[in-house]
């Protein structure tokens, strides 16, 4: 079996007081496309700093590509992309000039540098203006350059910081379109950080909720979902006549929790999926018409504020 | 060493030095100005002075107590002169450019290397070299050797345009090149080398601690005082540069310079760095 692309055991990174890696332990697949989602300050971006050994860990294992990125970061950063949440590039050089740098930086074989700037600017659409100083670029453009920046030494694991920040939603849908090809078709990894939950639903195969440094949750959306006891929502379908019967028929049930009108069906809020056989079977016995009791899918906007929510319960416990 | 990733951040940093005017003109201005325009002026005006004339008599009878108290090598040399102008011409240009063209490798080092980290933090650019693949060594010193080189390469070349101006405006009245000796090869080859090194080690030292170019020119800019000093020294008829007080100077400045360096090398930090962004 391969080895895992990112493994973390217990690791904790401390600033003087504050806690902003708290015995993180996470695993991630070779060619995973992983979520880290997390608030302003979960420690996220401590932890792709530690990954890239950039900032040592005060305790606990990493291993990236296998490596330890305490002991052998350049190897580890030679084999990684990092888009830092600020662009990072020089404004006083021209885009062409930025990259050469990093390419040379990143050890590009001096014979391929040419090809793979022209071809990394191509693909982020900065060619024809690859001679200007990038101090001139919108905020977009600056971003594309700097995510055509990570992808120049094809790496092997991509950290991503909010790659989409700033891109117009065709740029934005061109780097998540970018962001699949290369876990599922050259089998890179991905490590997503993003506040964009959409974005992370769409385009992550797990993801990791971060809350004050600690590991809230850590799996699918839909394994989450289930493990975090997410309110289910349905909609209910009854006969038109029979919906204010039907309302009332349920909302006597402990597991429902709240109905409301939407349109012609009802929009029921349960506790768990187990409450909808109970709630089908107390309509049948009413002898109500029932055409359809459709879940609706949980979005990962809803974990994650049910987790945020539980993480604020835990911390205003005695 | 990551040899190839060390010359990227050297030449990176060097060609914006190039591409940045507020950092270039400064950078020209000064040493024409010190190098070229003022011995150019003062070999002019001696060249057309008159040895018999009012000025030069009471210029020489002011400075009687400094002529007097010269060491004996620079005495002797005077001695072989005609007249006082060829005597006043030999030491203006002997005794007080010398720490001039000391003060520039390191005003030039200490300015492109106030750029460094401080710089790269105020542009925002740092945290992305941070992320580079080389070792904190590496990147440490090659934040080193840019500024070096530029600070050597306008030591020796403003002491050509320097040797060549004056020999162009004095030829006539003194008739040789007398800024080329002993003292003044000890002075390029040895000296500007580690008055270079000394400016850049202080700075690279400061700017990875601070935030802005400006904190880090304000604090490591005071690494000039020593050569002040020197030019004070001079000046004042203190200290006299021979070709043993080259030596002994170059020496303290190298110790000072690699102490520096080795310093800053091994207390150097990425996580130290990144972590104040």
Known sequence: ????????????????????????????????????????????????????????????????????????????????????????????????????????????????????????????????????????YSKGMKQRLALARAFLHEPEILFLDEPTAGLDPVAAQEVGRMIRHLSRDEGRTVFLCTHNLVEAQRLCDRVAVMEHGRLAAVGTPRALAREIGAEMRYTLEVAADQREAARHEIALLPAVKHVETADADLTLTLSDREAAPEVLARLLAANLRVYALTPHETSLEDIYMALHRQGQEREQMP | MNWRAMRTIIRKDLKVVRQTRAVLIPLIIVPVLILVLMPGIGGALLATA????????????????????????????????????????YILFNLFFPPMVLLLPTMVANVIAADSFAGEKERKTLEALLYAPTTDRELYLAKLIGPWLAGVAVGWLGYLAFAIVVTLTTLSFMGSVFVLDATWLLLIFWVVPAASGLGLGAMVLVSSRVNTFQEAYQLGGMIVLPILLLLFGQLGGVVYFSPLLALAVGAVLWALALGLVVYGARSFRRGALIARL
């Open chain 1, 1 to 136: 079996m391969a080895s895992p692309a990112i493994h973390l055991q217990e690791v904790t990174r401390r600033f003087g007081a504050i806690t902003a890696v708290d015995k993180l332990s996470l695993t991630v697949e070779a060619g995973e496309v992983f979520g880290f989602l997390g608030h302003n300050g979960a420690g996220k971006t401590t932890t792709i700093r530690l990954l890239n050994g950039v900032l040592a860990a005060d305790s606990g294992v990493i291993r990236v590509l296998g490596l330890d990125p305490g002991a052998q970061g350049p190897q580890v950063r030679a084999r990684s992309g990092v888009l830092t949440e600020t662009p990072s590039l020089d404004e006083r050089l021209t885009a062409i000039d930025n990259l050469i740098y990093y390419a040379d930086l990143y050890g590009v074989p001096p014979g391929q540098v040419g090809q793979r700037t022209a071809a990394v600017l191509e693909r982020f659409e900065l060619a024809d203006r690859a001679g200007e100083k990038v101090g001139g």
């Open chain 2, 50 to 89: 008159d040895p018999d004339s009012e000025v030069i008599r009471d210029f020489r009878r002011e400075s009687a107590a400094f002529f007097d108290h010269l060491p004996a090598p620079i005495s002797e040399r005077l001695a072989q002169y005609d007249d006082e102008v060829q005597r006043i011409t």
